[in-house]
């Protein structure tokens, strides 16, 4: 067990000194795949709930144990872990959407997946005009020999 000393130094280093704790998050979104996600460590502070990002993660900890800290990597990347989530997990998680923790700029997965399904129709369509590029220069080939 730390000293209560060494512990209120580990605090001062980590919020005085680093910009932020990166939370290991491989196989956690995706199968097979070495992953992170950072936790900023300091923030602008909102005038109605001055807490950091770290704050809240060492709550969420305390109440939730290491479903608190998926809950917390899931809020901020705005994204569902993959298998099974825990009861203590659901309720981690609808606690840190009512708080003020920084999520990933830009990041939209809904919009993701609008994205992804106009990629697959292009595609498709694309597959198609070369189909018929094929056929064209078949019937091409066929004229040219009568």
Known sequence: MRKMEDLIALDDIIRE??????????????????????CPVSQYKDLK????NIDI?????KKWGNEGILAFMAETRMQEPIGK???EY?????WLAKQPVEREEGRNP???????ARLETE????????REMGKEKSVDKKEEKS
Not at 49 to 52: A, G, H, I, Q
Not at 57 to 61: K, R, S, V
């Open 17 to 38: 000194h680093t910009f932020w704790i990166s939370l290991n998050a491989n196989d956690t979104f995706y199968y097979a795949c070495a992953d992170a996600v950072d």
């Open 49 to 52: 709930d001055p807490r950091e």
């Open 57 to 61: 993660l060492i709550e969420a900890y």
């Open 85 to 87: 989530n825990t009861k």
């Open 90 to 94: 659901k309720e981690a998680r609808e």
């Open 110 to 116: 809904s919009q993701e997946v609008i994205t992804i």
């Open 123 to 130: 595609n498709k369509n694309l597959r198609q005009q070369i």
